[in-house]
T-cell receptor, first 107, second 113 residues
Framework: RKEVEQDPGPFNVPEGATVAFNCTYS??????FFWYRQDCRKEPKLLMS???SGNEDGRFTAQLNRASQYISLLIRDSKLSDSATYLC????????FGTGTSLTVIP | NAGVTQTPKFQVLKTGQSMTLQCAQD?????MSWYRQDPGMGLRLIHY???????DQGEVPNGYNVSRSTTEDFPLRLLSAAPSQTSVYFC????????????FGPGTRLTVL
């Protein structure tokens, strides 16, 4: 079983839409959770950390459900510039990356 | 700060050749790691280091060696390149691996013929 699993998509949504991604993890002892963004042929960059109580950064909301072992990312009012691959990351004895979810925002 | 730098950006090797991918960071980070990224496979950890002089294997270490003689540098050596090592290689660093952001280099695109 993979440490981290994500729906690869692709998600194709119109501008202004709300879109949500989920990610499940297998290690119940994991303590740190992140969402990274990766543009085509570029390196991943931190989008936001995910805290137990949930957290928001502008149009982005991240949530953690420890009981069900999943994290989520909600993007409101999607912009063309949000088109990218979103990677969830969970720690264990190392960092574990999901395979990424592809998002394309359509004009 | 330059952040995490990697060289070369692109490389083509023939089967059996060896080479070293360079990685350096100027943020005084203790934790450094090498990943490879293949379509549909996500980022997979090759080797990592929690400090100078300390290295350990990740998920896919076979065919690769690393060393960490300084805090700043973490080179990845391909011992005898194989076509299966065709991939994009990313180096990353973080203050430590618990709860801290990882900073990635721009990547090296390697093709083995």
């Amino acid at each position: 079983r993979k440490e981290v699993e994500q729906d690869p998509g692709p998600f194709n949504v119109p501008e202004g839409a709300t879109v949500a991604f989920n990610c499940t993890y297998s290690n119940s002892a994991s303590q740190s959770f992140f969402w990274y963004r990766q543009d085509c042929r570029k390196e991943p960059k931190l989008l936001m950390s995910v805290y137990s109580s949930g957290n928001e950064d502008g149009r982005f909301t991240a949530q953690l459900n420890r009981a069900s072992q999943y994290i989520s990312l909600l993007i409101r009012d999607s912009k063309l510039s949000d088109s990218a691959t979103y990677l969830c990351v969970v720690d264990g004895n190392q960092f574990y990356f999901g395979t990424g979810t592809s998002l394309t925002v359509i004009p | 700060n330059a952040g995490v730098t990697q060289t070369p950006k692109f490389q083509v090797l023939k089967t059996g050749q060896s080479m070293t991918l360079q990685c350096a960071q100027d943020m005084n980070h203790e934790y450094m790691s090498w990943y490879r990224q293949d379509p549909g496979m996500g980022l997979r950890l090759i080797h990592y280091s929690v400090g100078a002089g300390i290295t350990d294997q990740g998920e896919v270490p076979n065919g690769y060696n690393v060393s960490r003689s300084t805090t700043e540098d973490f080179p990845l050596r391909l011992l005898s390149a194989a076509p299966s090592q065709t991939s994009v290689y990313f180096c990353a660093s973080s203050r430590n691996y618990r709860g801290n952001e990882q900073f990635f280099g721009p990547g090296t695109r390697l093709t083995v013929l």
